[in-house]
Protein backbone atom coordinates (compact mmCIF):
# COMPACT_ATOMS: atom_id res chain seq x y z
CA UNK A 1 0.00 0.00 0.00
CA UNK A 2 1.45 3.40 -1.01
CA UNK A 3 -1.25 5.48 -0.14
CA UNK A 4 -1.66 9.11 1.11
CA UNK A 5 -4.48 10.39 1.52
CA UNK A 6 -4.88 14.26 1.45
CA UNK A 7 -8.77 16.55 2.46
CA UNK A 8 -10.36 18.51 1.29
CA UNK A 9 -9.96 17.55 -2.08
CA UNK A 10 -11.32 21.57 -3.20
CA UNK A 11 -11.19 24.57 -1.49
CA UNK A 12 -11.83 28.00 -1.54
CA UNK A 13 -11.42 30.87 0.58
CA UNK A 14 -11.54 34.38 1.31
CA UNK A 15 -8.25 36.30 2.00
CA UNK A 16 -9.13 36.62 5.45
CA UNK A 17 -10.01 33.46 6.18
CA UNK A 18 -8.32 30.65 8.44
CA UNK A 19 -8.07 27.02 7.02
CA UNK A 20 -6.22 23.83 6.96
CA UNK A 21 -5.27 21.09 4.36
CA UNK A 22 -4.72 17.75 5.93
CA UNK A 23 -2.45 14.92 4.72
CA UNK A 24 -2.34 11.09 6.03
CA UNK A 25 0.00 8.14 5.28
CA UNK A 26 -0.14 4.80 7.11
CA UNK A 27 2.95 3.42 5.79
CA UNK A 28 5.23 4.13 8.82
CA UNK A 29 7.26 6.47 6.39
CA UNK A 30 8.86 9.12 8.51
CA UNK A 31 9.59 11.66 6.24
CA UNK A 32 6.91 14.30 4.52
CA UNK A 33 6.46 16.83 2.30
CA UNK A 34 4.15 19.65 1.34
CA UNK A 35 4.78 21.10 -2.20
CA UNK A 36 2.92 23.51 -4.39
CA UNK A 37 2.14 23.06 -8.35
CA UNK A 38 0.54 26.11 -10.36
CA UNK A 39 -0.78 25.13 -13.61
CA UNK A 40 1.68 23.75 -16.22
CA UNK A 41 4.49 23.35 -13.76
CA UNK A 42 6.25 20.43 -11.78
CA UNK A 43 6.01 20.97 -8.01
CA UNK A 44 7.88 23.22 -5.95
CA UNK A 45 9.07 22.01 -2.52
CA UNK A 46 7.61 23.88 0.41
CA UNK A 47 8.30 22.15 3.69
CA UNK A 48 9.89 18.77 4.76
CA UNK A 49 9.19 16.90 8.22
CA UNK A 50 11.56 14.41 8.89
CA UNK A 51 11.47 12.47 12.13
CA UNK A 52 8.10 15.10 12.95
CA UNK A 53 11.00 17.31 12.76
CA UNK A 54 10.82 20.72 10.42
CA UNK A 55 13.62 19.87 8.52
CA UNK A 56 13.57 22.06 5.64
CA UNK A 57 11.71 25.56 4.67
CA UNK A 58 12.10 26.68 1.36
CA UNK A 59 11.63 30.07 2.33
CA UNK A 60 7.79 30.27 2.49
CA UNK A 61 5.92 33.07 3.69
CA UNK A 62 4.26 32.64 7.12
CA UNK A 63 0.83 33.13 6.14
CA UNK A 64 1.73 28.90 5.25
CA UNK A 65 2.42 27.43 8.90
CA UNK A 66 2.85 23.53 8.74
CA UNK A 67 2.29 20.78 11.65
CA UNK A 68 3.32 17.75 12.28
CA UNK A 69 0.96 15.93 15.33
CA UNK A 70 2.68 12.82 14.88
CA UNK A 71 4.40 10.40 12.53
CA UNK A 72 1.16 9.71 10.08
CA UNK A 73 -0.41 13.19 9.75
CA UNK A 74 1.05 16.31 8.63
CA UNK A 75 -0.90 19.92 8.13
CA UNK A 76 -1.00 22.85 6.14
CA UNK A 77 -2.57 26.35 8.42
CA UNK A 78 -3.58 29.00 6.00
CA UNK A 79 -4.38 32.34 6.81
CA UNK A 80 -4.61 35.90 4.88
CA UNK A 81 -3.85 34.38 2.01
CA UNK A 82 -3.08 35.99 -1.32
CA UNK A 83 -4.99 35.33 -4.66
CA UNK A 84 -1.46 34.12 -6.58
CA UNK A 85 -1.43 31.56 -3.25
CA UNK A 86 -4.13 29.52 -5.48
CA UNK A 87 -2.53 26.38 -6.54
CA UNK A 88 -2.68 22.23 -6.11
CA UNK A 89 -1.05 21.94 -2.85
CA UNK A 90 0.58 18.49 -3.17
CA UNK A 91 1.75 16.04 0.21
CA UNK A 92 3.91 13.42 -0.01
CA UNK A 93 6.03 10.98 2.53
CA UNK A 94 9.04 8.71 1.95
CA UNK A 95 10.44 5.96 3.82
CA UNK A 96 13.45 7.73 5.99
CA UNK A 97 15.25 10.75 4.59
CA UNK A 98 14.82 13.00 1.60
CA UNK A 99 17.04 10.52 -0.87
CA UNK A 100 14.28 7.71 -0.23
CA UNK A 101 11.45 7.84 -2.95
CA UNK A 102 8.71 10.04 -2.70
CA UNK A 103 5.21 8.69 -3.18
CA UNK A 104 2.63 11.81 -3.54
CA UNK A 105 -1.04 12.24 -2.50
CA UNK A 106 -3.83 13.27 -5.19
CA UNK A 107 -3.62 17.35 -3.86
CA UNK A 108 -6.01 19.79 -2.60
CA UNK A 109 -6.69 22.38 -5.09
CA UNK A 110 -6.74 25.43 -3.59
CA UNK A 111 -8.83 29.06 -4.55
CA UNK A 112 -7.92 32.13 -2.93
CA UNK A 113 -10.52 34.79 -3.44
CA UNK B 1 23.44 22.51 -8.97
CA UNK B 2 20.95 19.34 -9.93
CA UNK B 3 18.74 19.86 -12.87
CA UNK B 4 16.62 17.93 -15.69
CA UNK B 5 15.47 18.69 -18.92
CA UNK B 6 13.25 17.56 -20.77
CA UNK B 7 11.56 17.61 -24.16
CA UNK B 8 9.22 20.25 -24.73
CA UNK B 9 5.06 19.49 -25.34
CA UNK B 10 3.00 18.56 -26.24
CA UNK B 11 3.85 15.74 -27.95
CA UNK B 12 0.74 14.46 -29.70
CA UNK B 13 0.81 10.38 -30.82
CA UNK B 14 -1.89 8.56 -32.44
CA UNK B 15 -2.55 5.02 -30.26
CA UNK B 16 -0.66 2.44 -30.79
CA UNK B 17 2.48 4.61 -31.82
CA UNK B 18 6.02 3.89 -29.94
CA UNK B 19 6.44 6.75 -27.60
CA UNK B 20 9.90 8.22 -26.10
CA UNK B 21 10.26 11.02 -24.15
CA UNK B 22 13.61 12.48 -23.72
CA UNK B 23 15.39 12.98 -20.53
CA UNK B 24 19.10 14.19 -19.42
CA UNK B 25 20.40 15.48 -16.32
CA UNK B 26 23.20 17.32 -14.49
CA UNK B 27 24.23 15.56 -10.84
CA UNK B 28 26.58 15.56 -8.45
CA UNK B 29 27.41 11.68 -7.65
CA UNK B 30 25.16 8.93 -8.33
CA UNK B 31 21.69 10.48 -8.45
CA UNK B 32 18.34 8.10 -8.09
CA UNK B 33 16.18 9.13 -10.90
CA UNK B 34 12.65 8.66 -11.53
CA UNK B 35 9.20 9.16 -13.79
CA UNK B 36 6.41 10.62 -12.27
CA UNK B 37 2.93 10.83 -14.04
CA UNK B 38 0.41 12.95 -13.30
CA UNK B 39 -3.37 12.64 -14.96
CA UNK B 40 -5.71 15.48 -15.15
CA UNK B 41 -6.95 17.10 -12.41
CA UNK B 42 -4.70 14.28 -10.06
CA UNK B 43 -1.65 14.28 -8.17
CA UNK B 44 1.92 12.42 -9.13
CA UNK B 45 1.98 9.09 -9.00
CA UNK B 46 5.95 7.46 -9.47
CA UNK B 47 5.62 5.70 -12.75
CA UNK B 48 9.18 4.10 -12.26
CA UNK B 49 12.65 4.75 -10.92
CA UNK B 50 16.24 3.80 -11.08
CA UNK B 51 18.51 4.02 -8.54
CA UNK B 52 21.93 2.99 -10.67
CA UNK B 53 23.48 3.28 -13.99
CA UNK B 54 22.69 0.40 -16.30
CA UNK B 55 19.33 0.01 -14.03
CA UNK B 56 15.98 -0.51 -15.92
CA UNK B 57 12.97 0.76 -14.10
CA UNK B 58 9.52 -0.61 -15.96
CA UNK B 59 6.03 -0.18 -15.33
CA UNK B 60 2.75 -0.38 -17.01
CA UNK B 61 4.41 -1.03 -20.39
CA UNK B 62 6.97 2.01 -20.22
CA UNK B 63 10.71 1.71 -19.45
CA UNK B 64 13.28 3.91 -18.71
CA UNK B 65 17.27 3.09 -18.57
CA UNK B 66 19.74 4.82 -16.59
CA UNK B 67 22.89 5.80 -18.92
CA UNK B 68 25.43 7.37 -16.83
CA UNK B 69 27.78 7.97 -20.09
CA UNK B 70 25.24 10.26 -21.95
CA UNK B 71 23.22 11.39 -18.30
CA UNK B 72 19.82 10.35 -19.56
CA UNK B 73 16.88 8.84 -18.32
CA UNK B 74 14.24 8.71 -21.49
CA UNK B 75 10.84 6.96 -21.36
CA UNK B 76 9.56 4.76 -23.58
CA UNK B 77 6.56 2.85 -24.32
CA UNK B 78 5.89 0.38 -27.60
CA UNK B 79 2.41 1.19 -27.66
CA UNK B 80 0.68 4.20 -26.54
CA UNK B 81 -3.11 4.09 -25.53
CA UNK B 82 -5.80 7.37 -24.96
CA UNK B 83 -5.49 6.69 -21.14
CA UNK B 84 -1.62 7.27 -21.42
CA UNK B 85 -2.57 11.26 -22.03
CA UNK B 86 -1.19 12.91 -18.80
CA UNK B 87 1.78 15.28 -18.17
CA UNK B 88 5.22 13.26 -17.50
CA UNK B 89 7.65 14.38 -15.12
CA UNK B 90 11.30 13.27 -15.09
CA UNK B 91 13.01 13.89 -11.41
CA UNK B 92 15.69 13.12 -9.87
CA UNK B 93 17.34 13.04 -6.12
CA UNK B 94 21.08 13.18 -5.58
CA UNK B 95 22.81 11.35 -3.20
CA UNK B 96 23.84 14.60 -1.17
CA UNK B 97 20.93 16.10 -2.00
CA UNK B 98 18.34 17.43 0.09
CA UNK B 99 14.95 17.47 -2.38
CA UNK B 100 13.59 16.12 -5.77
CA UNK B 101 14.76 18.00 -8.69
CA UNK B 102 11.94 17.94 -11.39
CA UNK B 103 11.92 18.43 -15.10
CA UNK B 104 9.27 20.86 -16.43
CA UNK B 105 7.09 18.47 -17.43
CA UNK B 106 6.59 16.66 -21.05
CA UNK B 107 2.47 16.61 -22.01
CA UNK B 108 1.11 13.94 -23.83
CA UNK B 109 -1.97 13.54 -25.98
CA UNK B 110 -2.41 10.05 -27.35
CA UNK B 111 -5.46 10.13 -29.86
CA UNK B 112 -7.72 7.42 -31.44
Known amino acids: DTEVTQTPKHLVMGMTNKKSLKCEQH?????MYWYKQKAKKPPELMFV???????INESVPSRFSPECPNSSLLNLHLHALQPEDSALYLC????????????FGPGTRLTVL | GDSVTQMEGPVTLSEEAFLTINCTYT??????LFWYVQYPGEGLQLLLK?????DKGSNKGFEATYRKETTSFHLEKGSVQVSDSAVYFCALISGGGNKLTFGTGTQLKVEL
Open chain 2, 50 to 54: ATKAD
Open chain 1, 27 to 31: MGHRA
Open chain 1, 49 to 55: YSYEKLS
Open chain 1, 92 to 103: ASSPRQVTDTQY
Open chain 2, 27 to 32: ATGYPS
